[in-house]
């Protein structure tokens, strides 16, 4: 309703006036009212951390990345393998040595002669290898491994900065949504003031019936328009429940105080690194070590070995055959040793990989610096563009109190059939633009400082401006 409608009575019975400061105390005040918002929004990205599944996602690779450092770490566990086996195969034979790949092994004497009739056999063996010294190889894998599980934590905590940073903003959307639909309720109460005025005195004879038709119209429009303003309310609480992963906390808390208050610029911070940056130097460091483990492969490997086996055949050391021997084990050996092996040739093979990574080394340097050179043009212009948002907010209160002084003025001349309802309806358009025009400018201030924090890499430079 208008404001100048409804006048408080001139007295007032003790019990009224205890009700009427009763109320007014329970209201909450601008700090409570701030503070219920602050902590409403860290809920909405404490929710957004625990549930948004693209989070979820890089936080169980991180985690993943982890187990492949123990991975790698296990090497120096060695390998213990037992096999047992059961044949039936002929036992033809012939001495000589043979390139074991493509041929399956036959122990034993050579055979007089061909014999096709097949005979049982059966052996087992337990095999022990281990690689106590690799000569940085093994060392080297488990960096390269560290350096993958940190390039994964950097990669989650990029994607948890940006997911706040895009709550933030549909968090302040939302609010920004909220409070022009209340300005516009207060220009709708107070078109349907006009249109009871006109009505009035059309009915006293001071107006035309055009006047009250016509600000009908008008109130049925700005109904209209209402509508659409509350559809995009209701579409920005919807993106800010997905952007939380679909769960919103109760609530949510009607921030009022935020477009009544304005942040402060070039408020000193902790200089924290962007995790941008952090993401791609971490890079840098996963694409050394790969490097560095790329020419470990070069070094000599040493391993040892056991092994203790077993050995049944139907086939007796004279030739005859006895398939019941077959079925058993007739032989018991052991063995042990150490193998010493070079790689001679292998530097001049990998020549082309190692030029390939150095060549990947320099790229993400470049990248990096093609980042700091984005993220440093960015934050300046960030800086300037909130510098200038304060200002324009602070001028714009100026410009609503000329409007509401015109709205009142014209109106009160109408009523005294001074002048057309033209000019009310354009005084009274007036007016709501000056009003929403005040809320956006609050808004395009906090937006500023949130692009700024974004730039800078630090959501605290805003969240600690917003919960005072």
Known sequence: MHPNKHLLPKKLTFVKLFALLSVI???????????AGRIYLDSLLQVTVRNYPLIKAKRLQAQGLQYEVKLKQNGIIPSLVGSYQLDYATYNNITGMVYPQYIIPISGPPSKSNIYPGVPGSAAALNLQWEPFTFGQRQSEVDLAKGRAETGKADESLTVF???????????NYLLAVDLIKVYQTDIDRQAYDLEQSQSLVSSGLRPGTDSSTFHAELAKARVQLLAFEQHRDSALIVLRKLTGGQLPAGPVIDTSLFQNLPIANVSYDNAEHPEISLQKSNIKTDELLLSAYKKTLMPKLTLWGTTYARGSGVGADGTVNDNNGWQFERYNYGFGAQLSFPFLEIFRQQPLFKQQRLNIEASREQLAQVQLQLQSDQEIADSALVKAIKAAKLLPEELKAAKYSYDAILSRYQSGLTSYYDVIQSLQLLYQAEASVKIAY??????????AAYKGNVDIFLNQYGK
């Open 162 to 172: 940006n997911q706040q940073v895009f709550v933030i903003n549909a968090w302040l």
């Open 443 to 452: 808004w395009a201030a906090w937006e500023a400082l949130l692009n700024s």
């Open 25 to 35: 105390c329970a209201l909450p005040s601008k700090g409570q009212c701030q503070q």
